[in-house]
C-alpha cells in the first residue's frame, strides 16, 4: 500500500452532497439577529414618507410648515428640495434602442403616476413623531385620468404619462425564422389550419405582490468617510453602483451592506425611492436616518410581479406533433421601468418552447405603461408566465388528439440522448432526462390509479371531482453570461466573483460576491470549500454582502448564485492550491512536479511526507521560509464569467379534488422530480423546491393583486392579499434525477424558482381536468372557488379577472376558436 | 407616559411609556429585544409571535400598558441555560426556516400548540400555526419541525 493510498483512506466524507444543517441558523432560531431595522446610531433621526393617494396626479403645493412644527420633527422635505442630489431610479435593461423610459424620481417634483409614489419626506427623532407629522403635510393635487387596465393602456385614449406621448414602452421580438434557429410561423399556422391542429389561447397573468416577510428597511449613516446605507436588499453591489450613477457620490464614496435580509424572491432585486430618499435626507442633515416601511407601504411601493396577457397560437399535424408556436404578450409594467422592468417578459422569450421541439417559433412582447405599482421581477420573472403558457397549451393539444396529457408531452420533448440540444428558440439546452424524471414522478404519485379514480368518479357523477395537472417544465437560470446580456442591452455584467483568504490560525474565510437571504449560501458555499480545500466545514466561514468586505459582485437572484457565484468560489479554492503548491514543495524540499494535493494535505509522491494547507497558510503568513521571489501570500480572487444558462427540469404532477356544488378545490397530491443537476445540500435544495411550489401554487389558487377603478391598490395589506398559511397547503413529495451541468465543474443547475416556474400550470391543469367534463377548458388565476363554480355553470371559461372583462384577442369564426373564450361575460357591456 | 413593570426573558423591567406603545415596540425599541420582529400592520404575519404569561400573543396587537405586571418570554428567552429549547432545535434539525424572519413567531407559536396539545397531528399542527405566515418553506419543513419537537418533549417528559 502506498502513502497516497494511506491518505486518501483518510479522506473525510464529501461534502458535497451531505445533507448539513445550517450554520446560519443559530442565530436565527435565537433572535440573536441583525435585520436593518433593528440597526441604532447614535443621533439617528426616522423617516416616514407622505404618499401619493392617487394614482395621476400633478402636484400643484406642497405646504410643510404644520408638519415642521409638530413634536420632534428635525425636518421635512419635498423633491424640490432634494431634486439635486436624490438621483433617479434607473433601469437596467432598455429592451429596445426606442423604449420609451419616464424618468422616475425618488420623491415625485410635480407629477405621480401612481398611488403611493412619495412626495415628500419627514425627519424626526422616534418613528411614531415621523408618522404623525406626515400626516400633516398639507399636498394640493390636480387629479389627472388614470390607466389602469392593460389592455384598456394599449388604446392610448389615457396616458399614464401624458409626456411620452403613448403609454406603449417598447416592442420585443423573437422570430426563429429571422434568426436561423427554426422556421417561419406564420407558415407552420397556415399548413396545420389547413388539416392540421391549431389551438389558440388567451392566457392572464395575473399582477402577484412578492411578500417577502421582512418589510424593506435602509438606514444612512453619512457622517463617515464614506456614506454607509444598510438596506434590506438583494443587490447591494447594484445598489452601489446604481447611487454612484445617479447621485454624484463617488462609488468609492458609497459603502453597502445588506445585513440580514427577510426573503427577497426578486422583491428585494430593486433600487428603491426609499433608499434614494433615505441617502438623500441623511446627506442633507448630516446625520444618520432610518427608512422603516409598514407593510402596506411594502404593498403599495414595492414592485409588483407578473402581469400578462397572453395570447397564443400553437399549430400541430394532426397526430400531435408540434410545428409551430407563436407568443404574443401585452405586459404590464405599471408606472415606471424598474430595474430589470421591460427586460421581465424578455427572459420569457426563450422559454415558451420549453422542452417541445417546435420547428417555428415566434416570441412578440408589447410593454406598456399604466398608473399602477411598478412591476419586475418575481420568483421566476418571466419563465413562470412561459412555462404556465406552454404547459396549459400541451393539456388542451391532448384534448385535441384525445391522449393522455403526458403522452402528448413524451411525443414532442427532447429525448435523453438528443443533448446537447438546440432549441427552436435557440439556446442549447446541455443535459436533461425528461423520460427519467416523468417515469419517477408517475411512479411516486401512482399516476395510473389516480386516472382509475378520476374514472370511477366522472362516471358515477361524483359532486366531487378528481383532476389530475401535468408540468414537464424547464427554465434557464444561473444569470448571465456577459455577452448575451451586452447583445440584449442589458446594463451590466454576468459574471461573479469570491476571494478566499487563508488565515494563519488555520481558518479559512471565503468571501462571495452573491448576496444570500435565506438560501443558505454560507452552508452550501462551506461545503464546496471544505472539500476542495480538505479543510473542516466548521473551519470555513463565509462573508458577504458588504461592498467593503465584498468589493465585486453582482448578487442573488436568478437562481445564479450556486450556478454562477459557487463555480467562483470554486475557482478561487482551486487557485489557492495552485499558489500554495510552491510553498509546499519548498517546505517539503521536493519538486513541484512530484508534489500533489489530495484531501487538504500537499504530499510528495512516493513518500509519506506531506503538509496540509493549513500549515503552508501558516507558513505563509511568517514568511520565515519561502521561494525565492514568491509573493508571500496563498490567498486567491476568481471571477467566473458563465457561457451559458442553466437549464434544470422537472416532471410535476398535482391532483386535485374539485367540488362542482361549491367550486372548493382541495389539493390532494403533489408530486414533483426535479433534476438540477448535482445537489450541494439535499436538505437546502428541498427547503427551496417547497417553498418556490407553495409560491406557484398561490397565484394558481390565491393570490392577485387587485385595484379599484381610482387606481387605489384595494389588496393593500396581508388581510387582502391572500398568502396561503399551513392550513392551506399540504406535505409535497419530492424527489430528484440527476443530469450534471456541463457548463460548470460541478455539474449545478440552479433550483431557486423551479418550483414556482413549475408548479403554477401543474394546478390549473388539474382544475381543468377535473371539470373538463362539464364544458370547462380554462379558468382565470387564482382559481378561487367563485370563479371555479361560475366556470362550472357558464360550462365555459369565465375569462374575466376581477371586475373587469377581458376583451377577445381573436376574430370570430377563426378555427378552433373556443366560441366562448374571452366573451363570456365582458364583451357586450 | 405611564410606568409599566414588566419581565422579560427573566429581567425585571421599570420603564415609562407612551400608552400607545405597542408591546412589539417596548420589547425592540426600549428593551433592545430586536430578535422579535415586525411583518405586518394587520396582525395578520404572526413574526412578532411571543408569550404572555406563557400563552402566545401577537405582540404587535397588545399594549405595552397591557403587559405591566406580566411576564414575557421571547424567543430570545427561549433556550435556558445556552440549551436550545426542543423547538428550536427542531427547527434547525429539519431546515424549517430560510430567511428566519418568521421564524421567532413561528417557534413561540409552535411552542404553545404543543403546550395545548402535547401529540397534535399534521392537520392540527397546520391549523395551530395559521396565524403565522412564512414566504420562505412552504410550510413542509415547519410542520416536520412541529412533529419532530413533539416527539422529543414527549421522550424528555418520559424520561422525566
Not at chain 1, 111 to 139: Q, Y
Not at chain 1, 231 to 241: D, I
Not at chain 2, 84 to 90: D, K, S, T
Amino acid at each position: 500500500m502506498t502513502i497516497t493510498e494511506d491518505r486518501a483512506s483518510e479522506t473525510p466524507a464529501a461534502e458535497i452532497g451531505k445533507a448539513r444543517t445550517r450554520k446560519e441558523d443559530q442565530r436565527l432560531i435565537t433572535g440573536r439577529t441583525r435585520w436593518t431595522d433593528n440597526i441604532q446610531l447614535p443621533g439617528m433621526l426616522h423617516l416616514a414618507m407622505v404618499r401619493s393617494p392617487f394614482a395621476h396626479a400633478t402636484i400643484s403645493a406642497i405646504s410643510v410648515d404644520e408638519a415642521k412644527g409638530a413634536p420632534g420633527v428635525i425636518a421635512v422635505f419635498t423633491g424640490e428640495d432634494l431634486k439635486d442630489i436624490q438621483g433617479v431610479n434607473i433601469t437596467a435593461w432598455p429592451i429596445s434602442a426606442d423604449q420609451k423610459t419616464p424618468d422616475h424620481l425618488p420623491v415625485a417634483v410635480s407629477h405621480v403616476a401612481h398611488a403611493g409614489e412619495i412626495v415628500a419626506v419627514v425627519a424626526a427623532r422616534s418613528s411614531a413623531e415621523a408618522r404623525d407629522a406626515a400626516e400633516l403635510v398639507d399636498v394640493d393635487y390636480d387629479e389627472l385620468p388614470a390607466v389602469l387596465d392593460l389592455k384598456e393602456a394599449a388604446k392610448d385614449e389615457v396616458l399614464a404619462h401624458p409626456d411620452l406621448g403613448t403609454n406603449k414602452s417598447a416592442f420585443w421580438q423573437l422570430d426563429s425564422a429571422g434568426q436561423g434557429s427554426g422556421g417561419d410561423v406564420d407558415e407552420a399556422i397556415a399548413k396545420a389550419r389547413d388539416g392540421g391542429i391549431v389551438i389558440e389561447r388567451e392566457y392572464r397573468q395575473q399582477r402577484l405582490i412578492p411578500a417577502f416577510m421582512e418589510p424593506r428597511s435602509t438606514v444612512v449613516d453619512p457622517t463617515g468617510e464614506q456614506v454607509t446605507m444598510w438596506s434590506a436588499t438583494q443587490v447591494p453591489h447594484v445598489l452601489r453602483f446604481c447611487i454612484a450613477a445617479t447621485t454624484g457620490l463617488p462609488e468609492s464614496k458609497i459603502r453597502v451592506i445588506a445585513p440580514d435580509v427577510g426573503g427577497g424572491f426578486g422583491g428585494k432585486l430593486q433600487t428603491t425611492p426609499e433608499e434614494f430618499a433615505t441617502l438623500a435626507v441623511a446627506r442633507k442633515l448630516g446625520k444618520p436616518c432610518k427608512f422603516t416601511e409598514t407593510r402596506s407601504e411594502t404593498m403599495v411601493s414595492g414592485h409588483h410581479g407578473r402581469d400578462q396577457w397572453q395570447k397564443l397560437t400553437l399549430a400541430a399535424e394532426k397526430d400531435g406533433t408540434v410545428t409551430g408556436l407563436k407568443v404574443e404578450l401585452m405586459a404590464d409594467l405599471g408606472a415606471y421601468a424598474a430595474i430589470v422592468g421591460g427586460g421581465v417578459p424578455v427572459l420569457g422569450a426563450w422559454m415558451f418552447n420549453s422542452i417541445y421541439k417546435f420547428g417555428a417559433y415566434q416570441f412578440n412582447t408589447t410593454n406598456y405603461y399604466t398608473n399602477k405599482t411598478w412591476v419586475d421581477a418575481y420568483r421566476g420573472a418571466g419563465r413562470p408566465e412561459a412555462t404556465y403558457a406552454i404547459e396549459r397549451l400541451m393539456d388542451e393539444l391532448a384534448v385535441e388528439v384525445g391522449v393522455d396529457p403526458l403522452e402528448i408531452r413524451e411525443k414532442n420533448w427532447i429525448k435523453h440522448d438528443e443533448f446537447p440540444f438546440t432549441t427552436v428558440a435557440g439556446m442549447t439546452y446541455d443535459s436533461g432526462n425528461y423520460e427519467a424524471a416523468t417515469a419517477k414522478a408517475k411512479e411516486l404519485f401512482g399516476y395510473d390509479e389516480l386516472r382509475a379514480e378520476q374514472k370511477q368518479r366522472r362516471e358515477s357523477n361524483d359532486p366531487v371531482q378528481l383532476g389530475l395537472g401535468v408540468s414537464t417544465f424547464t427554465e434557464m437560470c444561473g444569470l448571465a453570461p456577459s455577452r448575451i446580456l451586452g447583445a440584449l442591452s442589458y446594463g451590466a455584467g454576468g459574471w461573479e466573483s469570491a476571494s478566499i483568504r487563508m488565515l494563519a490560525t488555520g481558518t479559512v474565510e471565503v468571501v462571495t460576491g452573491t448576496s444570500p437571504h435565506g438560501q443558505g449560501h454560507e452552508t452550501a458555499w462551506s461545503q464546496i470549500v471544505a472539500d476542495r480545500l480538505g479543510v473542516p466545514f466548521e473551519n470555513v466561514e463565509v462573508l458577504h454582502g458588504d461592498t467593503q468586505i465584498a468589493p465585486k459582485g453582482m448578487d442573488s437572484y436568478g437562481s445564479r448564485s450556486l450556478v454562477v457565484g459557487g463555480e467562483a468560489v470554486l475557482r478561487a479554492a482551486d487557485k489557492v492550491i495552485e499558489k500554495a503548491k510552491p510553498i509546499a514543495a519548498h517546505l517539503l524540499e521536493a519538486s513541484v512536479d512530484d508534489v500533489e494535493f489530495k484531501a487538504g494535505t500537499f504530499g510528495v509522491k512516493g513518500t509519506d511526507k506531506g503538509v496540509t494547507i493549513s500549515e503552508v497558510a501558516l507558513a505563509t503568513w511568517t514568511g520565515h521560509n519561502l521561494p525565492d521571489g514568491i509573493e508571500p501570500t496563498i490567498d486567491a480572487d476568481a471571477t467566473f464569467d458563465p457561457d451559458n444558462f442553466s437549464f434544470p427540469h422537472g416532471t410535476h404532477l398535482c391532483a386535485m379534488e374539485v367540488d362542482t356544488e361549491t367550486g372548493a378545490t382541495k389539493m390532494r397530491k403533489y408530486v414533483c422530480v426535479d433534476d438540477i443537476g448535482t445537489i450541494i445540500n439535499p436538505l437546502i435544495v428541498e427547503g427551496q423546491v417547497h417553498g418556490g411550489l407553495v409560491q406557484g401554487i398561490a397565484q394558481a389558487l390565491w393570490e392577485g393583486a387587485e385595484y379599484d377603478d381610482q387606481g387605489t391598490l384595494v389588496t393593500g395589506s396581508f388581510v387582502d392579499y391572500t398568502l396561503p398559511t399551513s392550513a392551506d397547503t399540504i406535505s409535497f413529495i419530492t424527489d430528484h434525477t440527476t443530469s450534471p451541468s456541463t457548463y460548470n465543474t460541478l455539474g449545478t443547475k440552479g433550483v431557486g424558482e423551479a418550483g414556482t416556474i413549475a408548479s403554477t400550470p401543474a394546478v390549473v391543469n388539474a382544475i381543468v381536468d377535473a371539470v373538463r367534463h362539464l364544458g370547462v377548458n380554462d379558468i382565470v388565476m387564482p382559481c378561487t372557488p367563485e370563479r371555479v363554480w361560475k366556470a362550472i355553470q357558464a360550462g365555459s371559461p369565465v375569462n374575466t379577472e376581477g371586475e373587469r372583462d377581458a376583451a377577445p384577442h381573436f376574430d370570430e369564426g377563426a378555427p378552433n376558436q373556443d366560441p366562448a373564450s374571452g366573451a363570456s361575460e365582458g364583451s357586450g357591456q | 407616559m405611564t410606568r409599566i413593570n414588566v419581565t422579560v426573558d427573566g429581567v425585571r423591567y421599570s420603564d415609562e411609556v407612551e400608552p400607545r406603545t405597542l408591546l412589539v415596540q417596548y420589547l425592540r425599541e426600549g428593551l433592545g429585544k430586536t430578535g422579535t420582529v415586525v411583518g405586518c400592520d394587520t396582525s395578520n404575519c404572526g413574526a412578532c409571535t411571543v408569550h404572555l404569561d406563557g400563552t402566545s400573543v401577537k405582540s404587535c396587537n397588545v399594549l405595552a400598558v397591557q403587559a405591566d405586571g406580566h411576564e414575557v418570554t421571547t424567543i430570545e428567552g427561549l433556550a435556558t441555560d445556552g440549551e436550545l429549547h426542543p423547538v428550536q432545535r427542531a427547527f434547525h434539525e429539519t431546515h424549517a426556516l430560510q430567511c428566519g424572519y418568521c421564524t421567532p413567531g413561528m417557534i413561540m407559536q409552535a411552542c404553545d400548540l404543543l403546550k395545548e396539545n402535547a401529540d397534535p397531528s399534521e392537520q392540527e399542527i397546520r391549523e395551530g400555526l395559521e396565524g403565522n405566515l412564512c414566504r420562505c418553506t412552504g410550510y413542509h419543513n415547519i410542520v416536520k419541525a412541529v412533529q419532530q419537537a413533539a416527539k422529543d418533549l414527549s421522550s424528555q417528559a418520559v424520561g422525566s
